[in-house]
């Protein structure tokens, strides 16, 4: 298994008939934006690709509902409570800036888990699931495509082997952007353990190599820094651009 970027305009904008099961969820926690996500929604949710949406309050469903009229959704109830990844996270993994409270960080370590339960179920019958935020920041101030997504000529052509994703730079992690990933249905159960030992790195525990350099705060709360770990311990990877 191989972890891959790609740039936004690639695994955001490319379109035609797709194999391809979106997964994605909004819960009302302390956000770094507030109650913006209301206003991109009309937007950044109008992604024409059958959705596997996970939620907690009916009013969620309710308005991601009228937002999707006319498209495939298949909706999920999920309370953090019942998130599988309270069993790794550690309260004190919070940041005023960058991980404002322990629930966001919840679920952006959700996500995969999100991936996988959605790859099990496959209401879609589809080979590929990819994780896009429903806040998207590439549609927040950009036309969603009417097309289908993804073209099946890029489809295709992508290595079942591999995990592709954007990409952005910071200072704190190597590049995982978090906001979208995609990958084969046969990795959803692999990505979940690599995700959570990637986590296990980073709170400084479970070490086996001798040049392991582990972080234990608050950037072990940001999936992007766990994807990093993952990218280049757990996993052979290539860097591409599109």
Not at 47 to 53: D, E, G, T, W
Not at 109 to 115: A, D, G, I
Not at 190 to 199: D, H, I, N, S, Y
Not at 215 to 232: H, K, N, T
Request: charged residues 15%; contains cysteine.
């Amino acid at each position: 298994m191989r972890l891959l970027f790609v740039l936004p305009h690639l695994l955001l904008a490319f379109a035609s008939s797709s194999n391809v099961t979106v997964v994605s969820g909004y819960w009302r926690v302390a956000n770094k934006h507030g109650n913006d996500y209301d206003a991109w929604f009309a937007s950044t949710l109008r992604l024409n690709a059958p959705y596997v949406f996970f939620y907690e309050e009916a009013s969620v469903r309710r308005f991601v509902s009228s937002v999707r009229t006319g498209l495939k959704t298949h909706f999920i109830h999920r309370p953090l409570s019942a998130f599988a990844s309270r069993d790794t996270y550690n309260p004190a993994w919070v940041h005023e800036q960058h991980v404002p409270s322990m629930e966001l960080g919840l679920i952006w370590h959700e996500k995969v888990h999100c991936v996988h339960l959605a790859a099990q179920r496959d209401v879609f019958t589809t080979e590929w699931f990819a994780w896009v935020d429903a806040g998207i920041s590439y549609y927040r101030t950009r036309d969603v495509p009417s097309a289908p997504w993804p073209a099946p000529s890029i489809l295709s052509g992508l290595d079942p082997t591999k995990v592709y994703h954007t990409h952005v730079a910071d200072w704190y992690h190597s590049g995982f952007a978090g906001t979208a990933f995609l990958y084969h249905q046969s990795l959803a159960a692999a990505v979940v353990k690599a995700f959570q030992l990637a986590v296990v790195e980073c709170s400084g525990s479970g070490h086996t190599r001798a040049e392991d350099v582990w972080i234990a705060d608050w950037r072990c709360g940001s999936d992007q820094v766990s994807f990093s770990l993952l990218s280049f311990s757990l996993l052979s990877f290539s860097l591409r651009c599109a």
